[in-house]
């Protein structure tokens, strides 16, 4: 009985609560990914993608214009990105043949190309307009 009582109280608990930082790098692994899966959704639905793409390009644009550097190169990111929306957006009426199969095709195209933009586009050449300067706390 003595051996078991030492044995329990010789080994410290682990902590039940993640560390502050390992928190933020969950969250920020969390926000990627959601994110990113978020507007390739929402720019499936054709609506959406028409007036809520429009309002991004022009919250982006802005964002382009008081904060970036390269303004012609991100303009040009940003054109080429929106670009690859739309035509996503007729995907599905392209694809679309005798059988639903064809729409179905085109929705998983326009989803796989809308997450390239979110992945390649906005994280990646734009990417540079979310993140905070390095100096700034």
Known sequence: ???SASFNGAHMQKPKIAS???QEK?????????????FAMFMLIPLINAVIGMFMFIFI???IMSASAQRAVD??????GSAACMFGFFLPAICDGPTASGMKIGFF???ALNILVAIFILGGRL???WRKPEGAA
Not at 75 to 80: K, M, R, S, T
Request: aromatic share 14%.
């Open 75 to 80: 303009f040009l990111w940003l054109c080429v």
């Open 127 to 129: 990417g540079h307009l």
């Open 61 to 63: 644009a802005m964002k």
């Open 1 to 3: 009985m003595g051996a």
């Open 26 to 38: 969950r969250g920020a692994a969390f926000e990627k990914l959601f994110g990113v899966l978020g």
């Open 20 to 22: 502050q930082q390992d």
């Open 109 to 111: 195209l326009e989803f």
